[in-house]
């Protein structure tokens, strides 16, 4: 599916957001009863990018790479822990 990546002026712009949208996905809890993708879906669109492709996340552990901007990627990695929580890093490059 193509998407359109129309969400910033420039590449520079782009790289602004990012450095931002950072900033924020670093606040959220990385200790969390769920992978929070509705969290990391409002700091995408807040700064112009494209939310995350619906799909299934399974098993104790697991990492996801995609493209969220012309120039820009969203890897997030999550680890089930012993309590049943999750460890969630998440970041954009």
Known sequence: MDKNWGGHRNAAHE??????A??????????????????MNAVLQEH????????IYCGREGQHHEQVGAHTWLTFTWHKMESGRYELVAYLS
């Open 48 to 55: 112009g990018f494209s939310e995350l492709e619906p799909g």
């Open 15 to 20: 790289a602004q957001e990012r450095r931002r």
């Open 22 to 39: 950072n900033k924020m996905l670093h606040l959220l809890p990385i200790y969390a009863e769920g992978l929070q993708l509705e969290a």
